[in-house]
Nanobody, 118 residues
Framework: VQLQASGGGLVQAGGSLRLSCAAS?????IGWFRQAPGKEREFVAT???????LYADSLKDRFTISRNNADRTVYLQMNNLKPEDMAVYFC????????????????WGQGTQVTVSS
């Protein structure tokens, strides 16, 4: 399975971005993780093909994950972005069940940079 992440960019604090992750084949769950410089990769959100979603508690009020099963694309809508959201965002895929642990995900995309200016 190949994953293509896109949608990152430069945005001012308070702005929004929508990330996309296109999968080349069906998977059970696709999730988003992020990694800031000098920090460990952290879980953001995940969504399985049955519509079950999980979010990092600190992000669930601002971020929304969704998917289009027809073209195997998962989206991450990020609103009210803050400077601390700045990171490389990775999408990853695994077979069921859905989990929040990066080590459980088998397939990874190349990452897309999100930069938030204050």
């Amino acid at each position: 399975v190949q994953l293509q992440a896109s949608g990152g960019g430069l945005v001012q604090a308070g702005g929004s971005l929508r990330l996309s992750c296109a999968a080349s084949a069906p998977t059970g769950a696709i999730g988003w993780f992020r990694q800031a410089p000098g920090k460990e990769r952290e879980f953001v959100a995940t969504l399985d093909l049955l519509g079950r979603s999980l979010y990092a508690d600190s992000l669930k009020d601002r971020f929304t994950i969704s998917r289009n099963n027809a073209d195997r694309t998962v989206y991450l809508q990020m609103n009210n972005l803050k400077p601390e959201d700045m990171a490389v965002y990775f999408c990853a895929a695994k077979y069921l069940p859905v989990t929040t642990k990066a080590g459980d995900y088998t397939y990874w995309g190349q990452g897309t940079q999100v930069t938030v200016s204050s």
